[in-house]
């Protein structure tokens, strides 16, 4: 590589000094400049809403190395090599001459710099809602430190109590768990019927809001923001319905990819936002890169439709090792994304990889479902979790299309190996066949990712005939179907579906088939269905063909549950 090789990077959070860092370890006689328009540089955004909940005392940890050194440009100068223009704007895209016009915010002289490599990597900005009253004060985005130290400080000093968040999306989940360890009453508008829409199906998202209430948190589901009521600071949050008290609003309704200046330099973008790049994250000009959440991304999958944008900091660091690896003469191409993402809810994980249910059928994609209940641990391992696994695989070859989680077991786990086995094309065999690591702290001798694919294959194969607790309810909606409960009578007792049912333990169930009348739909389930599916080959063997189980069982019933006691 040329010792002149001149490289600019547009945009300093994650993508840009990914790039410019690991560019500089591959060719360090490289010249590059890092420019970014605030005055921080590499901060972890991600960390803002546990900043707020107090987990750390200092908002600058956010722009600290792990041994506590500040990223600052002296750092990136010193210990990375490159140099950083912070307060600086990047104006204009000259790909003709191949130079770029930027301002310097704070004396407002502007100049041209030349390139041989142009990175941009201007990230993505919050979505501001054309409502009246988003400007006032007390009203919050929460997209960088400035925002999260000034919210922090305003709570203290107004003694504000309550919040309400715009959005049910990530931030607006991870900032309700943070505003109600503060001790503030939290609301969460969303326009959508369910809790992050963008990201889980319905019954998933039912499950993580019930949790949400049950903390604490009022949801407003299917309401739309008309306007954020007050004169000089928020009041109120005014919807299509009702107008809700609040001293606090935190507007999270999304992001859109900042590609402006890609736009007005005639590089490829997508109409509705995002930059269109290549395997080796080039634009349509290949001296011109882009990465983060300023770019579309393929679906590593297989087919989603169209390029999706799908805004993470993980994704961003994997584009610059890409970019600066292009650049530096030694190819290592993205192999897209599995749309892989999760959440901390108070004591639930949610998340989710690959293809939603929703998403499936949009695609018409040929597709079975499958939702599993059960422990993440050994149910006499202290600790053990309860959670839900909901799995998708394709009917014509059995690839694993999707994986979504809820609940307080270890789902980050299942989902971080789901993702591996989608993007490398996996099947439900190889799934299940995966050599888990397996000890009682960890997991159970068959790993719960195991047994949902297991059960998902005995679906397929016609032997599990399953539906879902949204399927079991519109069923018994329509009438003429039991409910079989095959629990122990302890558990019986104990906690029951809001609804009649006939109570036969899987252990007498052999015993008293004959009880059971034949010209009905019996759905069978227990906790979390394993002894209901067993219920239901036990009655097929005994002539019973109208037999199905109900997948989760009373673990993923949506309803509230009868509890004694």
């Not at 041989?116 to 985005?141: E, H, Q, S």
């Not at 639930?348 to 018409?364: D, M």
């Not at 389930?525 to 069982?553: D, H, P, T, W």
Request: proline letters at 6%; hydrophobic letters at 40%; aromatic letters at 6%.
């Amino acid at each position: 590589m040329a010792s002149s090789l001149r490289v600019l990077v547009a945009g300093g959070v994650a993508c840009g000094p990914k790039t410019a860092a690991r560019l500089k370890r591959l060719v360090p006689e490289a010249d590059v400049t890092l420019i970014e328009k605030g005055s921080l540089v590499s901060y972890g955004a991600c960390g803002l809403p546990y900043y707020v909940e107090g987990l750390f005392p200092d908002v600058e940890e956010l722009v600290k190395t792990p041994v506590g050194v500040a990223r600052t440009p002296a750092f990136f100068d010193k210990a990375k090599g490159f140099q950083v223009m912070i307060r600086t704007e990047v104006l204009s895209i000259d790909r003709k001459n191949k130079s770029i016009r930027v301002k310097n915010l704070d004396s407002g002289d502007e100049k041209n710099m030349d390139y041989d490599k142009l990175v941009l990597a201007t990230g993505g900005y919050p979505f501001r809602p054309p409502i009246p009253g988003v400007d006032l004060k007390n009203v919050w985005f929460m997209t960088h430190p400035d925002h999260a130290d000034s919210l922090v400080k305003e709570i203290e000093a107004q003694g504000l109590k309550k919040a309400v968040l715009v959005g049910a999306g990530f931030i607006g989940i991870e900032m309700a768990e943070a505003l109600i360890h503060r001790g503030l009453d939290v609301s969460i508008v969303e326009m959508m019927g369910q809790i992050m829409p963008g990201v889980l199906d319905k019954d998933i998202a039912a499950l993580a809001a019930r949790h949400l209430q049950q903390k604490g948190v009022h949801l407003i589901m299917g309401e739309r923001v008309t306007g954020i009521g007050g004169e000089e600071k928020a009041v109120s949050v005014n919807t299509d319905r009702q107008v809700i008290d609040a001293d606090l609003v935190v507007i999270a309704v999304g992001t859109r990819p900042n590609d402006t200046l890609a736009r007005e330099a005639g590089l490829p973008c997508m109409e509705r936002g995002g930059i269109l790049i290549n395997e080796y994250c080039q634009t349509g000009d290949k001296d011109i890169y882009a990465g983060g959440d300023c770019v579309v991304n393929t679906y590593a999958g297989g087919s989603a439709g169209s390029p999706l944008f799908v805004p993470l900091g993980s994704t961003a660091n994997k584009h610059g090792r890409v970019i600066a690896d292009h650049i530096a003469g030694h190819p290592n191409a993205f192999g897209g994304i599995t749309c892989t993402a999760v959440v901390r809810a108070f004591d639930f994980t949610v998340g989710r990889t690959g293809l939603s249910e929703r998403q499936i059928k949009e695609l018409n994609l040929d597709a079975e479902t499958f939702t599993w209940a059960g422990p993440d641990m050994p149910h006499y391992m202290p600790g053990s979790g309860p959670f839900i696994i909901k799995m998708m695989a394709s009917r014509r070859d059995r690839k694993v299309l999707g994986v979504q989680v809820v609940g307080a077991g270890n789902g980050a786990k299942r989902l971080d190996t789901a993702a591996a086995m989608i993007y490398m094309g996996g099947t439900l065999d190889d799934l299940a066949n995966v050599d888990f690591a397996y000890a009682p702290p960890f997991g159970p001798p068959i790993d719960p990712l195991a047994t949902c694919a297991h059960m998902l294959s005995n679906k397929l194969d016609g032997l599990a005939k399953g539906i879902s607790t949204e399927e079991a309810i519109r069923k018994i909606e329509n009438g003429d179907v039991l409910l079989l409960d095959v629990r122990t009578p302890g558990e019986y007792e104990s906690m029951r579906l809001p609804r009649p049912v006939v109570h036969i333990p899987l252990g007498a169930l052999r015993e008293k088939t004959g009880d059971l009348p034949k010209d009905k739909e019996i759905l069978a389930f227990c906790k979390v269905s394993m002894r209901g599916y067993e219920a239901q080959r036990i009655l097929n063997a005994a002539g019973f063909e109208r037999v199905c189980f109900i997948e989760g069982g009373v673990a993923a019933w949506p309803e509230k549950i009868e509890v004694s006691g």
